[in-house]
């Protein structure tokens, strides 16, 4: 039965072929039955929305047999085609088709050419071209196979095989692609530098995406770490497609690490370094391997300082440091504050969990740092004083510590009470002498009588 859906699914179509072209001519007059027609002394029959029972019976003159729009989503090679002993060339094309049923009889011997393009094969059976012994082409273009079983294709005449336009998976599943020794699988994929990946690498070459992860992998076997290719996009220009930039993720968390690994893998973009025992950073300014770490987490180590990183490549151009349970106790806030302010790249800085050093000296600057920079402090509810048993700060969020809190200790603010009361007496004789100086010049003024302590003066 030939839909409207399957007369939208052939519209698409943008590869012609000559059979193709045969299918774009459906005889509108018989919508909704079957329709064939022979041509070429009758050794191609082209068939459209099915084919009719007549036609499944000995065919020894048709040699070539494309059914175009098949109306159901599962197809039988066995009973189809067993009226068709001489068959060379054999096609499905612009249809629903899902599944095929069992594998191609061995009445087909004689089958030169599969072609089952435009459609939407997911997986092929068992076995399915096992009997043809003259299979040289195999034809799945445009279909929705993520995977391909090799197997299946083990057939000694087979010299061609066409796979562009399927949402391949790039894993190392697909490592095969690269082996292209005399007679491999690989080496048969006509268009084998057209295959594109699915997601995540969505609309990538498959080749060169395949080439990343099995380099990945096998670096990977130089640490002590877990990795994982997380993202590829283009370089940009004209040879975008093949030029292909890696964000690759390496995982070292919890290795009984005591130095940060020297070396890392290509493209390593991401680095976990969490639950370790690292405390010394000068990797990341000595090591070169570290300029392309853009997200370094180091939460839950015994890192105490970062000067070391104060005009470093690595803190000019970071994106994301996570330094979340450490013992840090103060940084470098003037270094931070200049990186925070020019680099464009910096997205995540978390300090939280740190026993910071709560003074006068240090925590106005870095309390007007959190503050000023709190969209990129992700945790600055979790920056708080050092514990301190009998530190009234002890802590406490060092956002919201007021200036009084940070710079008047204790013992200083138990002289404050004394000191008030000294002030305001004086302030009290003051007030005292200024107004008898002022009753005295206005008693001078009135009686012409000088104040009596002037007068006993000699």
Known sequence: ??????????????TKDNETLDCDRINSNIIGLPECHLKESGHRLICFGGIDDKWKTENEKVHNLVLCNWPNKTFDPQEVLQGFPL???????????????TSFPEECQFLEKVNLTHNRLEVLPVGVFANLSNLKIVDLKHNDFKEIDLKLFN????????????????????????????GSFAEKIVDREKLRCSAPYNGRLLVPVVEIIMTLKEECKRTLCDCELVYVVGRG?????????AFASVNCSYRDLTEMPEFLPANTTTLHLTGNKIKDLTPLVKNAVYKQVLDLY??????????????????????????????????PTYALENVLLQSGSVARLYLGNNPWRCDCLFTPGFQDLL??????????????????????????????????????????????????????????????????????????????????IVSKIP
Request: charged letters at 25%; glycine letters at 4%; one cysteine or more.
């Open 87 to 101: 068959l060379r060339k054999f096609k499905i094309v612009n249809s629903n088709l899902t599944r095929l049923m």
């Open 237 to 245: 220009g004209k040879r975008t497609l093949k030029q292909l930039m």
């Open 1 to 14: 039965m030939i839909t409207f859906e399957s007369r939208m699914i052939f519209s698409r179509v943008s």
């Open 371 to 452: 503050i000023r920079y709190t969209n990129l402090v992700r945790d600055i509810n979790e920056v708080k004083c050092a514990a301190v048993s009998g530190d009234e700060n002890s802590n406490k969020q060092i956002r919201d510590l007021t200036r009084t809190e940070i710079c008047i200790s204790s013992d200083e603010n138990s002289l404050i009470y004394p000191l008030d009361i000294l002030n305001i007496i004086l302030a009290f004789l003051i007030f005292l002498i200024i107004g008898k100086l002022l009753y005295d010049y206005w008693s001078f003024k009135k009686t012409g009588k000088l104040p009596w």
């Open 298 to 331: 180091l939460d839950d180590n015994l890192v105490e300082s970062i000067v070391q990183l104060d005009g470093s490549y690595w803190l000019d151009h970071f994106r994301l440091l996570s330094l979340r349970g450490n013992k840090l106790s103060d940084v």
């Open 155 to 182: 057939i000694s005449t087979l010299n061609h095989v066409y796979l562009f336009g399927n949402p391949l998976k790039c894993t190392e599943n697909m490592s095969w692609i690269l082996d292209l020794r005399n």
